[in-house]
């Protein structure tokens, strides 16, 4: 099977992850996936295949006759997609020969435009896989799991030596929790690739610290009419603190190293509001220092 094909297999399976939930994982729908999954390694052949409680999968494929003794390489991807613009069924839509042009996503009059993404123009006559404009795809990161077993099955199939490898497929990685409960030991590899990427033939071998920063903020609603000195309006207390952030410092402003705070989600009104906010640094220190800007923003306002 063509690794696009299998792509095609498993996108249609909706596998949001939810960050606003307590339990691993985090959407139950993600085990649906993981079945899937299970049943197919074990048909390529795959030993020790296993899903746990948590809905981490793993497996292995044993080293060829006179290479058992070399180190074991691993191969991971996660099974989760992001949870926006996810709410129903998955079309995937096939485009042969792409014309380097914008490019119509189904019928949903929502075009991928060569201009917001002018990476587009060097896939011409490529052949590319969409959603249908109505929801995401979910190749992220379902094609990394559809490579990985390709993988798997050209090795069997075209008799190439090779050491021990090991398989994990995990879930919950969009919502930062992926490795949380990650079985270093069941997984056995020494080394191991993230099949995550975005351009093709990219290696990636570096991270970012990152965190999560959320604001909750309570003011106090009192009659507009007479509320001279002591309403405290919420909103206008979140713009407050958005606005002692170095504004600078976003992703639109920052590239390579250069850490972020991104405000990704705000609501409010008098009474209550809400601010989340992802930050990013490469740096650890850099990073530390960030988390301590936020904490003296609450410190100073809570004190105001
Ligand atoms: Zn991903």
Redesign the pocket.
Do not use: G, N, S, V
């Given at each position: 099977m063509k690794a696009y094909e299998r792509l095609l297999n498993y996108v249609v399976v909706r596998t949001p992850s939810d960050e606003n939930s307590e339990t691993v994982p985090s959407s139950k729908c993600q085990f649906n996936l993981a079945g899937v999954l299970e049943k197919e390694m074990k048909e390529l052949g795959l030993t020790e295949v296993f899903t746990d409680e948590q809905c981490y999968l793993y497996g292995k494929l044993p080293a060829t006759p006179g290479y058992e003794g070399k180190d074991s390489i691993g191969f991971i991807a996660?099974m989760d997609t992001v949870a926006d613009f996810c709410d129903s069924e998955i079309y995937p839509v096939i485009t042969e020969n792409y014309n380097g042009e914008d490019l119509a996503l189904g019928n949903s009059g929502r075009i991928l435009s060569t201009q917001n993404f002018p990476h587009l123009k060097t896939l011409k006559g490529r052949t590319l896989i969409t959603s249908d404009g109505t929801t995401i795809l979910g190749a992220?990161?379902k094609a990394g799991i559809a490579e990985i077993l390709t993988m798997v099955e050209r090795l069997q199939a075209e008799h190439i030596p090779h050491g021990p490898i090991c398989v994990a497929f995990t879930p919950d990685?969009?919502i930062g929790t992926g490795a949380s409960h990650f079985n270093v030991e069941a997984f056995g590899a020494k080394y191991a690739y993230t099949l995550?990427g975005d351009t093709e033939g990219e290696i990636q071998y570096e991270n970012f610290n990152a965190c999560k920063a959320s604001f909750e903020i309570t003011g106090f609603n009192v009659h507009p009419g007479s509320s001279k000195d002591t309403m405290i309006n919420a909103s206008l207390v979140a713009m407050e603190i958005n606005q002692m952030l170095p504004g600078m410092e976003t992703p639109r402003g920052t590239e390579e190293y250069e850490g972020f705070y991104h405000l990704t989600n705000m609501s409010g009104d008098v009474a209550f509001a809400q601010l989340n906010y992802i930050v990013r640094d490469h740096n650890k220190e850099f990073f530390e220092s960030r988390k301590n800007t936020l904490r003296l923003i609450e410190k100073n306002l809570n004190e105001k």
């Open positions: 996660h992220d990161d990685e969009e995550d």
